[in-house]
Nanobody
Framework: QLQLVESGGGLVQPGGSLRLSCAAS????????IGWFRQAPGKEREGVSC????????NYADSVKGRFTISRDNAKNTVYLQMNSLKPEDTAVYFC??????????????????WGQGTQVTVSS
């Protein structure tokens, strides 16, 4: 079993930055694409960004392009989401998820193999 634990969420003012971490245990992340998703109250969970198992492929939702950067350190079994220029509409619970696929990544919730428990991000003045 692969366990995923998110951290790094919190309260930040508009325009601020946060870095989320997704730490994995139980298995190596070398064979998993990782996605970041978010869910705001009353809304469906949506894909934010994803990265392939080898880091060669990344994708971003249009709403975060140019502001968020996903990266991974397989030696540390950890994936990161650097979030800059945060906006109130970025407020949500952020989840990381693992999908056993090589050389690609997807930002759909369908077919995810493992989910983390989520971390709250609140952007407010």
């Amino acid at each position: 079993q692969l366990q995923l634990v998110e951290s790094g969420g919190g309260l930040v003012q508009p325009g601020g930055s946060l870095r989320l971490s997704c730490a994995a245990s139980g298995r190596t992340l070398d064979y998993y694409a990782i996605g970041w998703f978010r869910q705001a109250p009353g809304k469906e969970r949506e894909g934010v960004s994803c990265i392939s198992n080898n880091g060669a492929v990344t994708n971003y939702a249009d709403s975060v392009k140019g502001r968020f950067t996903i990266s991974r350190d397989n030696a540390k079994n950890t994936v990161y989401l650097q979030m800059n220029s945060l906006k109130p509409e970025d407020t949500a619970v952020y989840f990381c998820a693992a999908r056993a696929v090589l050389g690609m990544c997807l930002m759909t919730t369908r077919g995810v193999d493992y989910w983390g428990q989520g971390t709250q991000v609140t952007v407010s003045s």
